[in-house]
């Protein structure tokens, strides 16, 4: 997915594991010119305050700070700054605490190449875009539209593919009705979609996320008011 040597962006690494950092250093070098590293949170905040990057990868488990800690220090005075959170543990509570920072995409260990590829991919276009991945439906439910994760009232809420699938869409979509016929090649894929399917589904998707959220323009198609 990464495709071209991104000569401007400022990478901060951290990671404790010198083994570990040497190598993603060494794929890093593949695409970014300017990466900075540290094996510990505190070295990495006189980095960051030195070089402001533009993306920051940091492990969670760390000595003296951990990475957790370290990004709500980052997000006290930075919103915008893109986070990688690469950890060991899938606990959901980690995850919520990392979705209340912001603009983090969350990996777990083992990374696989193409999901490391695709959150920096991410950050890369977050950047000029100006976006995050995180998507605020109303005060308390929010959308991570890179780990497909939905949270309401700091709980995680568990989606059926179809209604994740359905969400995204219109998440995608956000400011046009989606079409039927689009709802039916990517929730149903090969399948056929019947009128009471879809009924079924955005009745189910309504006691997940506030129902107001979804609008329906008859003979057209479905929209969310975000």
Same mark, same amino acid.
């Given at each position: 997915m ?7 962006? +400022? ?6 594991? @010198?083994i =570990?950092?040497?190598?993603? $250093?060494?794929? &890093? #070098? ?6 900075y ?33 370290f ?37 777990? +260990?083992?990374?696989?190449e193409?999901?490391? @590829?695709? =959150?920096?991919?991410?950050? $890369?276009?977050? &950047? #000029? ?9 109303d005060e ?46 990517y ?20 006691? +997940? ?18």
């Amino acid at each position: 997915m990464l495709k071209k040597y991104y000569k401007n962006i +400022k990478i901060l690494y951290v990671e404790d594991d @010198e083994i =570990a950092r040497e190598n993603g $250093i060494e794929y &890093l #070098e593949n695409y970014f010119e300017l990466i900075y590293d540290a094996s510990d949170a505190i070295k990495a905040l006189q980095l960051y305050e030195k070089y402001k990057p533009d993306i920051i990868i940091t492990d969670i488990q760390m000595p003296k700070l951990n990475g957790l800690e370290f990004v709500k220090r980052i997000r006290q005075k930075d919103k915008k700054t893109q986070v990688i959170i690469i950890t060991a543990f899938s606990d959901k509570d980690y995850l919520l605490k990392a979705i209340e920072l912001g603009l983090v995409k969350y990996l777990v +260990k083992p990374v696989r190449e193409k999901e490391f @590829e695709e =959150a920096l991919f991410l950050c $890369i276009n977050a &950047l #000029e875009k100006d976006e995050t991945n995180i998507i605020q439906l109303d005060e308390i439910t929010f959308f991570d539209t890179f780990n497909k994760n939905l949270i309401s009232s700091n709980e995680m809420v568990k989606l059926r593919a179809k209604e994740l699938n359905f969400l995204e869409l219109l998440i995608k979509n956000k400011n046009r009705y989606v079409s039927y016929e689009e709802i039916e090649n990517y929730v149903w894929n090969d399948s056929v979609m019947t009128k009471d399917a879809l009924k079924t589904l955005v009745k189910n998707i309504k006691t +997940k996320i506030p129902k107001d959220l979804i609008l329906n323009l008859t003979n057209s198609g479905y929209k969310i008011a975000i």
